[in-house]
């Protein structure tokens, strides 16, 4: 599985991004897709997670409630959904794939695949 993410920017606080993770291959849905993100200085943190079929969802607290991540299995995609950004949001953010369940994946260590990360930046 290669991963492809996209999407990135530079906005300004309180504006929205749409980054999306599109995957290469065809078991796209057996696997848990996440997102994490890694601020300069700062340790990679996990953001989001979603289930094989996207049935279930797991956010970091800091991010409830502003991003929503979603998944198209037709087009092995996943999206994240970024509203109401804060400048604090401003990181490189990577997208990963694994085999294990959505919700055992937050620590992000050992997961499968990893993409190219694409980088958000929010202005104050």
């Known amino acids: 599985v290669q991963l492809q993410a996209y999407g990135g920017g530079l906005v300004q606080a309180g504006d929205s991004l749409r980054l999306s993770c599109a995957a290469s291959?065809?078991?796209?849905?057996?696997?848990?897709m996440g997102w994490f993100r890694q601020a300069p200085g700062k340790e990679r943190e996990f953001v989001a997670t979603?289930?094989?079929?996207?049935?279930?969802?797991y956010y970091t607290d800091s991010v409830k409630g502003r991003f929503t991540l979603s998944r198209d299995n037709a087009k092995n995609t996943v999206y994240l959904q970024m509203n109401n950004l804060k400048p604090e949001d401003t990181a490189v953010y990577y997208c990963a794939a694994d085999k294990r369940p959505a919700a055992t994946m937050t620590s992000g260590y050992g997961l499968d695949y990893w993409g190219k990360g694409t980088q958000v930046t929010v202005s104050s």
């Open positions: 291959g065809r078991t796209f849905s057996s696997y848990a």
């Open positions: 979603i289930s094989y079929g996207g049935g279930s969802t």
